[in-house]
């Protein structure tokens, strides 16, 4: 059974760091897109970034010089760094797996960690 688990989150004061890991088991790694999605109360899961096999990595323009996302793929594992942290940042953060060849192939999820970003 193809687990997801996220580790690395917690408390964080405005302007800190935090480094959320994700370890893929049961999952043949590298054939898997692994992004970080979060979710605040009361919006929509969005993406933070994601990342290829190969290494190309994509982020949304708001986390874009903040947030660096990075895969390990002899370890089965995704990682997202994230710098400057700010109030807004507060969200679940989720790790996602989902295969090179689409949805169809394999998508699975994370239980998610807590981000907190205190001022």
């Known amino acids: 059974q193809v687990q997801l688990v996220e580790s690395g989150g917690g408390l964080v004061q405005t302007g800190g760091s935090l480094r959320l890991s994700c370890s893929a088991s049961?999952?043949?790694?590298?054939?898997?897109?692994m992004g970080w999605y979060r979710q605040a109360p009361g919006k929509s899961r969005d993406l933070v970034a994601a990342?290829?096999?190969?290494?190309?990595?994509d982020s949304a323009d708001i986390m874009k010089g903040r947030f660096t996302i990075s895969r390990d793929n002899t370890k089965n594992t995704v990682y997202l760094q994230m710098n400057s942290l700010k109030s807004e940042d507060t969200a679940v953060y989720s790790c996602?797996?989902?295969?090179?060849?689409?949805?169809?192939?394999?998508?699975?999820w994370g239980q998610g960690t807590q981000v907190t970003v205190s001022s």
């Open positions: 990342i290829t096999p190969g290494g190309y990595t």
């Open positions: 996602n797996a989902r295969h090179v060849g689409g949805p169809v192939y394999g998508d699975y």
């Open positions: 049961e999952l043949n790694f590298s054939f898997y897109v």
